[in-house]
């Protein structure tokens, strides 16, 4: 799905949105009554340059039982209380700029020629405008549609390229029902974020968001503090691959989640599976150190052989989204089946949908189908991958279009990529919660087991943020493709195997079409293909040897001989 166009064209109302105004006056007409007759078919007429300026007092004196000269001091004193919004306006004049110039703008108002010229003679910066569009000119107005039509023929526009902004909510319907952009104005830090997502490129933004921040992208909770957690810089980083952009203690074997003395916790934080299969998985240390690590979290699993999250008996806590991360870490060391009831648990977990109100450490349903897709990355049982990924296509794809925080919205996204689904919808909801700084907000992630307090990341929702968006922007190849890819990756794996010696073939099944989900911020795709061929150091199976030859041979005949004889061990 590339990203929507961005808009070229702006065009904006005048009263309650550029300028203000009182409808306060001296006399004894009231604001409610003075905008009454601002409503009223008489001034609407005035508007479009039907009626003389004497006449519509005159008509709106009878309809209203007001003496005329009062609705004449009335009308004189709301033009004085016109004030233009110039830090709105300079707003609009940086736009322009910070675009080079390549967006027009626009006026688009319904206002009488004698108001027109009054609003004409206030000090502000006139010149953003290209062309100003008055219903006393046009002798039509808003939301007829015949004015958004002749603006549109004027300025050689199709709507698609052009953002309304008014502050009548039924001049934005109009505006939609053309096929304009529409904002209503009636919050102006929201306006200008709005903006900013409809002119400016999203990726571009959200990169600036990463890189002015790097190193200083810190967790913060829903009652305002900043915590000092790793756990949040290890997503990151995998989200990233920038070591830059992240803050974290590098522990040696087992992590802890807090970098510094925990808050809102005991004083005695011990370290945690959950942290510390991330960071396991994320920095890859030594073999032998994650292995000794591998196999002290053997020794905390409860009675059910499910593992427990904290390298502490006394603590003996249970998370879905835990175990979907230890299994992480087990798999991607060729140990999974160290903990099939975990595993177990987890699949039943995902089957009965019993993630749908989030889990005890975790916030949301999104977290628990994410962390479902790291794992299936790294599994190397065609039959248990194969039944974790059709559990997790039809999971994510029930919640396709559902409500959502941001983060929640690229987790979905990026799962549905990762089991071949383009979930076009969730991006459309997505893409207009970038903040006007470029981060999206920091979205609830995960929460303290013991109470209500909440942990979001505005780093982390923005990296899996971008992700989202180069997800759906990488053209899917076809079938044919795809076949000869793989043969042309595994040849190439062969290549190496000559040059570099001896090393270990892995060989992964996926049920499902190749789908890339690649990174924003690294421009290269970590791959779900349907037959994956992974370097490592060989281990001397002579069995598994010829079982990966006999597979290649298959595959690739002409290639799939020249494995390096394994060493023994």
């Known amino acids: 799905m590339p990203l929507p166009p961005r808009c070229r064209i702006l065009i904006f109302d005048l009263g309650d949105v550029l300028f203000s105004w009182s409808p306060v006056t001296s006399t004894s007409i009231s604001p409610k009554v003075l905008k009454q007759f601002l409503s009223s078919t008489v001034w609407q007429a005035y508007e479009c340059g039907r009626l003389s300026e004497d006449e519509c007092y005159r008509l709106v ?9 009062e609705v004449r001091q009335a009308i004189h004193d709301a033009r004085a209380s016109l004030q233009p919004d110039d830090t709105f306006i300079r707003f609009i004049r940086d736009l322009q700029s910070e675009e080079n110039g390549a967006l027009r703008i626009f006026a688009m108002s319904n206002i009488s020629a004698p108001d027109y010229v009054v609003a004409r003679g206030k000090p502000t910066d006139w010149s953003i405008f290209e062309r100003v569009f008055t219903s006393a000119d046009a002798g039509m ?17 199709e709507p698609s390229s052009v953002v309304f902004v008014d502050d009548r909510f039924e001049n934005v319907l109009a505006a939609r029902s053309l096929g304009i952009n529409g904002i209503v104005f009636n919050d102006v830090e929201r306006v200008r974020q ?15 968001f990463l890189e002015n921040r790097a190193g200083h992208l810190e967790s913060e909770t829903n009652l305002g503090n900043n915590i000092a957690e790793n756990f949040a810089q290890l997503l990151i980083l995998e989200a990233t691959r920038n070591k830059k952009l992240v803050n974290y203690v590098h522990y040696a074997r087992t992590w802890n989640f807090f970098r510094e003395e925990p808050v809102f916790t005991t004083d005695r934080f011990p370290p945690d599976m959950d942290t510390t299969s991330i960071g396991l998985t994320v920095t890859q240390p030594d073999d032998h150190v994650v292995q000794s690590v591998l196999d002290e979290m053997l020794q905390y699993l409860t009675g059910d052989g499910i593992t427990m999250t904290y390298f502490d008996a006394e603590r003996p806590r249970t998370d879905p989204i835990v175990c979907l991360n230890v299994l992480t870490l087990f798999y991607s060391m060729g140990r999974g089946h160290e903990l099939a009831n975990t595993l177990e648990w987890v699949l039943g977990v995902l089957e009965h949908r019993a993630y749908l109100d989030g889990t005890r450490y975790y916030e949301t349903a999104e977290c628990f ?8 990355h790294k599994m190397r049982d065609s039959p248990l991958h194969a039944r974790l990924a059709e559990l997790l296509r039809e999971r994510v794809l029930e919640r396709a279009g559902c409500a959502g925080e941001a983060l929640a919205l690229a987790m979905r996204v990026l799962v549905g990529a990762a089991v071949g689904l383009r979930m076009e919808r969730d991006l459309a909801a997505l893409l207009p919660l970038q903040c006007e700084d470029g981060g999206w907000g920091p979205s609830w992630i995960y929460k303290y087991g013991s109470s209500d307090i909440k942990i979001g990341n505005r780093g982390l929702t923005t990296a899996l943020a971008l992700n ?3 997800a759906l922007q990488s053209p899917q190849s076809p079938p044919q493709e795809q076949e000869k890819e793989e043969k042309e990756r595994m040849q190439e794996e062969e290549e190496k195997v000559k040059k570099e010696g001896s090393c270990t073939v892995e060989i992964t099944s996926a049920p499902l079409p190749y789908v890339p989900v690649p990174s924003a911020l690294h421009g290269t795709a970590t791959k779900l293909p349907s037959l994956q061929v992974r370097k490592r150091r060989w281990k001397g199976n002579l069995i598994v040897r010829a079982f990966a030859k006999g597979i290649l041979a298959f595959l690739c005949p002409r290639n799939g ?9």
């Open 369 to 376: 189908l994410f962390f479902s897709m790291r794992l299936l």
């Open 561 to 569: 001989s020249r494995l390096p004889k394994a060493r023994s061990t």
């Open 61 to 69: 004196g009878e309809k209203f039982s007001l003496d005329p000269g």
């Open 141 to 157: 107005r808003k939301p007829d549609l015949c004015f958004y039509k002749y603006v549109l023929d004027e300025i050689k526009a």
């Open 468 to 470: 989202a968006i180069a």
């Open 194 to 208: 709005a903006l900013r997502n409809f002119v400016s490129d999203p990726v571009s933004r959200g990169m600036a």
